[in-house]
């Protein structure tokens, strides 16, 4: 655009405020609907229930000071989920924590997943995470209520309760060591119960690499082929979805001395319901041991491994009518608050199941039965009853076994789950309750939306009225020039009016997802001046110097909706006019980019007024 009477030369002012009067209002319309779930933050606030709000169309989040506390991050992130997976704070499966809130973009209702997360201390954590998503009267996502619970210790419980009890199988044999995988994540995680470096000379921790070191440093040479051909993490996790749990291969091992001895390996997969992972305990067994030597150390090794060492609860009983007690572990007398196994005996009355929650012992009991006759493990989930009366949930895990004298006996694992079970009844109520507030917010949201169309449409038909009598009595030449300027204030006010319930029906449209652009030709400096007439008179109340710039390219025919553009440009210009005492406004025009037949124009208004904030 040339310059002229109206286009002045540009003049860099401080700043540049980017005004979003319709996002503003967007805003605080959100902010009521953010009151209306007052209730359900007070239920986050009190439970041990984390919570955040995710906006899917600014990919903004917001956490309650407590949830930012504990993830050692800002109240309001920009740009979620990628910062925080910049930030590495994701500790786990990362396509699986970015496609959690790629379903709330999607506009899903609700979704769930379990994901590792690095906390503020540094200690990673296994959060369950919920979401349920907000709409407009247009069924438009708005944003999308989070609730995050910590399961890390009921996974450990539940994973020490499952490893465990194949172990313990193990010790049937014997065993030279055993080691805990990952075999989705391809992680050695523990070997032995230790951190996974026992190789002095090699730190590798992938099932493969381990399984190639074991196979060039200590299988025997004729059997490092089929060594190789079990030890595959693709044929495992095959086996694994075709429902085989259990491989067994034999093998010769270099022993501590040095000699090749028989040995047996056993692969246990089992999954983690916690996230879905494969996870595997590989049992190395000694076959040269007797079964003789081994059950004169079963007394010895396998009780204080799996009384002593193991957390949790654990219960030796006779496998004979009545179950009588044969040994129990501190950690079962600590769980059920008695003080010593006599005192335990006393209140069981000679019977191992008298503990269970009388509604659960024939559960049970058929489940221990069925074990015993077909001489597998068992699992049975119940409650069983503390000495001051309170009920405890548990996993009972369990499976035949026979001691040192030859005797069948049953060897049972208890894992208090009882936190795991009330976080999940907190859990439903709170997503009970928090689905009657959606209801109520997506009705509160569309009858405002009906409100504000009907009364624009009501309002439109008298002012429409005003409009066209105004400029009936204008074309009256008898008029005085008073009369004449009070009905052109009359017909000026009323267009403004007009223009007001546009907006309002632009908002309605907008949250219906109907609003819609003309494609007309039009010139922007045409534009430029439409902007100048509705403003000049304002800023020259005000002695405020308008400045307007337009690159010369932009002179051309455009083609676009001019009308949706001098709306936003008026709102820019009438607001810095309005804030603005002294000084200049400048409105500009500058090209961003040029396509075949496209344009990228950037509009930037400057004043030397108060301007706004980033946040503004």
Not at 44 to 58: C, D, E, K, V
Not at 127 to 147: E, K, M, Q
Not at 165 to 174: H, P
Not at 581 to 586: A, P, R, S
Request: charged fraction near 30%.
């Amino acid at each position: 655009m040339k310059s002229g009477p109206i286009w002045k030369n540009t003049v860099n002012t401080e700043k540049m405020p980017y005004d979003n009067d319709k996002t503003n209002r967007l805003e605080n319309e959100n902010a009521e609907l953010k009151n209306r779930l007052e209730d359900q933050e007070i239920i986050f606030r009190q439970s041990n229930i984390l919570a955040a709000r995710y906006y899917p169309a600014t990919r903004r989040i917001v956490f309650p000071s407590k949830t930012a506390e504990v993830f050692g991050v800002e109240t309001v992130m920009e740009n979620f989920p990628d910062s925080y997976v910049e930030k590495d704070y994701v500790a786990g499966n990362v396509k699986q924590f970015v496609d959690f809130y790629e379903s709330i973009r999607r506009g899903e209702p609700t979704g769930r997943n379990s994901t590792e997360i690095r906390i503020a201390s540094g200690e990673v954590r296994l959060f369950n995470r919920i979401f349920t998503t907000i709409y407009d009267a247009g069924h438009n996502p708005l944003y999308a209520v989070i609730s995050l619970v910590d399961i890390t210790e009921q996974r450990e419980q539940f994973l020490n309760a499952e490893k465990w009890a194949y172990i313990s199988r193990s010790l049937k044999e014997g065993n030279i060591h055993y080691y805990d995988y990952n075999m989705t994540q391809d992680v050695l995680e523990r070997i032995d119960g230790n951190s996974p470096s026992i190789y002095p000379d090699r730190n590798e921790r992938s099932f493969t690499g381990v399984a190639r070191y074991v196979v060039d440093n200590i299988i025997h040479p004729d059997d490092r082929d089929e060594y190789l051909r079990i030890f595959d993490r693709k044929t495992l996790l095959l086996l694994f979805e075709r429902g085989q749990m259990e491989i067994v291969t034999e093998h010769r091992r270099l022993d501590n001395e040095g000699h090749y001895i028989h040995a047996q390996g056993v692969i246990q997969l089992y999954s983690d319901p916690f996230n879905g992972d494969v996870l595997a305990v590989v049992v190395i067994r000694d076959m040269e041991k007797t079964i003789a030597q081994w059950k004169s150390q079963l007394n010895e090794e396998a009780r204080e491994l799996l009384t002593d060492s193991m957390p949790g609860g654990i219960v030796f009983i006779y496998n004979r009518p009545g179950y009588p007690f044969y040994s129990v572990n501190r950690g079962l007398l600590d769980y059920l608050g008695y003080e010593n196994r006599e005192e335990l005996e006393q209140a069981a009355q000679g019977y191992a199941f008298n503990l269970v929650h009388p509604d659960d012992r024939r559960r049970v009991e058929d489940s221990v039965a069925e074990a015993l006759t077909q001489g597998d493990f068992y699992r049975v989930d119940h409650r069983v009853l503390r000495k001051d009366g309170t009920v405890m949930h548990v996993i009972h895990r369990g499976h035949k076994s026979v001691d040192h004298e030859g005797r069948e006996i049953l060897i049972g694992l208890l894992a208090d789950v009882t936190e795991l079970v009330k976080l999940q009844e907190e859990q439903k109520a709170h997503e009970k309750k928090l689905q009657i507030a959606v209801k109520a917010a997506e009705e509160a949201a569309r009858l405002k939306s009906v409100f504000l169309a009907n009364m624009s449409h009501e309002i439109r038909t008298p002012m429409n009225g005003v409009v066209g009598f105004a400029e009936l009595a204008l074309d009256d030449n008898t008029l005085s020039e008073k009369t004449r300027t009070y009905l052109n204030s009359i017909r000026l006010s009323a267009a403004e009016l007009l223009e007001i319930l546009d907006d309002i029906l632009d908002i309605t449209n907008i949250e219906a997802g109907k609003m819609k652009l003309d494609e007309t030709e039009f010139h922007l400096p045409d534009v430029f001046k439409q902007c100048e007439a509705a403003c000049g008179a304002k800023a020259g109340e005000k002695d405020i110097d308008l400045y307007f710039y337009s690159e010369q390219e932009l002179e051309k025919i455009l083609i676009g909706d001019p009308a949706k553009l001098r709306q936003v440009l008026l709102h820019l210009l009438s607001n810095a006019v309005k804030f603005t005492n002294c000084g200049i406004v400048k409105l500009s025009a500058t090209v961003v980019s040029l396509h075949d037949d496209r344009i990228d124009v950037r509009f930037e208004v400057r004043d030397t007024g108060i301007g706004m904030n980033e946040e503004q």
